[in-house]
């Protein structure tokens, strides 16, 4: 789930959170003195094992968007950020070597990350884009309770859809009053806009003050120009 901000058509910045799961199967050990377990001993060195847990992240992290400039439908992006990794570990069991050990280990931390992505988004309508991003998250050498892990990187595949909100169409009016300008005129030749966006201001004749009448866009008794 992301939130943000489009400074410019091409660069935006959001918050973004989520969840992310991982099974735990393996884990390395390296041991500097030796170490005995259920009566083995295991001399220093390092060692591969088994086991059975799941390492939960939940990343609140502040990213930036770069998107190719253009009103074409489909565009391609980049984006990357940092901010914290929330990473919570369960342990259920782990093998010794020939011996199952039971873990019921659970701690929690907040680590420092970063993330990256690459993706494509097409627009369907004004506001409205279906996106698919590449992503990895990854934390600096995290270390939750009793266990340092190397820096850990995750990578996914996502798709979803995204709403931006569309500014209204800004308009350079005139200073004057908006009937005698023009622009109020909803009938034939009321207010045409010009390039600028501006209303066009219709000028009355010498004489035809009186009867000067803007809000069809054309003077009555007089003419506009």
């Known amino acids: 789930v992301e939130f943000g901000y489009n400074f410019y058509e091409w660069l935006g910045v959001g918050l973004q959170t989520g969840l992310t799961y991982n099974g735990i199967n393996q884990y390395n050990v390296d041991l500097n003195q030796p ?3 259920n009566g083995q001993t295991f001399n220093p060195g390092s060692y591969h094992f088994s086991a059975d847990g799941e390492l ?3 990343p609140i992290q502040l990213n930036a968007i770069l998107r190719w400039p253009g009103q074409m439908k489909l ?3 980049v984006g990357g950020g940092i901010g914290a990794v929330w990473q919570q570990l369960d342990v259920n069991n782990y093998y010794a070597g020939p011996f199952d050990v039971q873990g019921n280990y659970c701690r929690s931390a907040f680590q420092f990350g970063w993330n990256a ?3 494509l988004t097409y627009t369907v309508e004004p506001g ?3 996106y698919g991003a590449f992503k990895m998250l990854s934390a600096f050498m995290p270390v939750i309770g ?6 850990t990187y995750n990578f996914a595949v996502e798709v979803g859809v995204a709403h931006r909100g569309e500014p209204e169409p800004q308009f350079t009016r005139s200073g004057h009053d908006p009937v005698a300008d023009g ?9 045409r806009r010009d390039a600028r966006g501006s209303v066009p201001r219709a ?12 809000r069809g866009g054309v003077a009555a008794g007089g003419h506009a120009d």
Do not use: H, I, K, M
């Open 35 to 37: 170490v005995t377990v």
């Open 56 to 58: 939960v992240q939940v």
């Open 75 to 77: 565009r391609p992006f």
């Open 117 to 119: 992505q690459v993706g």
């Open 128 to 130: 409205l884009d279906f």
């Open 146 to 151: 009793n266990y340092q892990f190397s820096n």
């Open 183 to 191: 622009s109020g005129g909803s009938g034939a030749g009321g207010g």
């Open 203 to 214: 000028v009355v004749a010498p004489g035809d003050e009186q009867g000067a009448d803007c």
